[in-house]
Every structure is written in C-alpha cells, then in structure tokens.
T-cell receptor, first 111, second 114 residues
Framework: DAKTTQPPSMDCAEGRAANLPCNHSTISGNEYVYWYRQIHSQGPQYIIH???NNETNEMASLIITEDRKSSTLILPHATLRDTAVYYCIVRAGGSNYKLTFGKGTLLTVNP | DAMVIQNPRYQVTQFGKPVTLSCSQTLNHNVMYWYQQKSSQAPKLLFH???????NEADTPDNFQSRRPNTSFCFLDIRSPGLGDAAMYLC?????????????FGQGTRLTVV
C-alpha cells in the first residue's frame, strides 16, 4: 500500500475554512484517496474519497493534484464539532481492500 | 439507526481471563474488520473477513482470534488478555466491489484489563 504523510496537528478558527494536506507520492493508478475522521472516543467516520477528480459532498471537498501525489481536504466552514483526528488513507484496489491508517492530523477548531 | 453495532461499549476483564467482543451489522457487507486502537495511536488492523475467508495480519498476536458465524456477526476473542491488550477495539464493514467502497465503523469497545 502507498504511504501517506500528514502534519501531526493543525489549528483553525471557527467559521474559517480548514485545509488539511496529505502527501501520497507513491500512489498507484488504481488507488483511491480516502479521508476519515475520528472524534475523541468514537469510531472513525467516513468523509470523502476520490480517484483523480476533485470531489465535494455535504461534509467536505477533496482536491487531488493532477499528478495525484498529494491532496487537500477542505472543510469550508469549520465548527467546534469538527475538532478530530483526520486520516488520509490510500486504499489499494483489486483483491487488497484493506484500510490501513497512518498517524493522521489532529485538527483543533478554536472559538 | 446504527449500522455497525459493537457490544459492549465498555468491557472490564481480568488478566488472563478469556474475553469476547461482539460486532453486528445491518448493511449486509461481505467484509468485516477488527482494529485495535491504543491511546493516542491510529487504529491498527488485526484481521478481516471477506465472507468466511479469514485474513490475519502478519503481526497480530496468536492471543487474538476471530469468528464469523454468519454475514451479520463477527466476534473477537482474546484468549489470555494481558495488560498490554487494554485498548479500544473497533469493528468495521465494507463491500468488496471494485475499489470504490467506504468502510463503516462501530463505536468501539473499550477494553480494560485489571
């Protein structure tokens, strides 16, 4: 599986956009980029995923660079409830569908 | 409604006393996963099932076993819990169809070993 690199922590002001970067320079052509988050003492929650096009849903936007070596998760209007650890995961395809977590980024949204 | 349900949410067991954690799902997903998450660490995959096909991670201790009697249920058995096995145990499910599947997680069972 391709590895990901994320900053260990970030801060964001409430109401502002939170931009969480992820590097995945060894990603292969059939691997998707997934984002999950984990609020303290809860199970991880799926946010969004993409292959090469930018994606948007009700929670967030995902911007993937053209070379697919990095991506950015954007929370457009962060709230205090968005404080969580955010995991960027590259998921192998084919017969290997395991979800392997890296260390993630602790996003703290401040009032 | 919860789609992946783990029981109990909190479990206290004695050192060396076998314990079983349970997970059930209403999604009819064919893949089920068990993760161990220790304090301030990322979830670590222990094993997963694709239907009844069991897949163990290479570094999962023999002390951990799993059973999946049917599509809906999966159990994690810890044969002789040690103090180092205290952790949050997370169950997850997903479909296995192509590459475009998301995983759904339960709320976890926090295991304390005394």
């Amino acid at each position: 599986d391709a590895k990901t690199t994320q900053p260990p922590s970030m801060d964001c002001a409430e109401g502002r956009a939170a931009n969480l970067p992820c590097n995945h320079s060894t990603i292969s052509g059939n691997e998707y980029v997934y984002w999950y988050r984990q609020i303290h003492s809860q199970g991880p929650q799926y946010i969004i995923h993409g292959l090469k096009n930018n994606e948007t849903n009700e929670m967030a936007s995902l911007i993937i660079t053209e070379d697919r070596k990095s991506s950015t998760l954007i929370l457009p209007h962060a709230t205090l409830r968005d404080t969580a650890v955010y995991y960027c995961i590259v998921r192998a395809g084919g017969s290997n569908y395991k979800l392997t977590f890296g260390k993630g980024t602790l996003l703290t949204v401040n009032p | 409604d919860a789609m992946v349900i783990q029981n109990p949410r909190y479990q206290v067991t004695q050192f060396g006393k076998p314990v079983t954690l349970s997970c059930s799902q209403t999604l009819n997903h064919n893949v089920m996963y068990w993760y161990q998450q220790k304090s301030s660490q990322a979830p670590k995959l222990l094993f997963h099932y694709y239907d009844k096909d069991f897949n163990n991670e290479a570094d999962t201790p023999d002390n951990f076993q799993s059973r999946r009697p049917n599509t809906s249920f999966c159990f994690l058995d810890i044969r002789s819990p040690g103090l180092g096995d205290a952790a949050m145990y997370l169950c997850a499910t997903s479909r296995r169809q192509g590459f475009d599947t998301e995983a759904f997680f339960g709320q976890g069972t926090r295991l304390t070993v005394v």
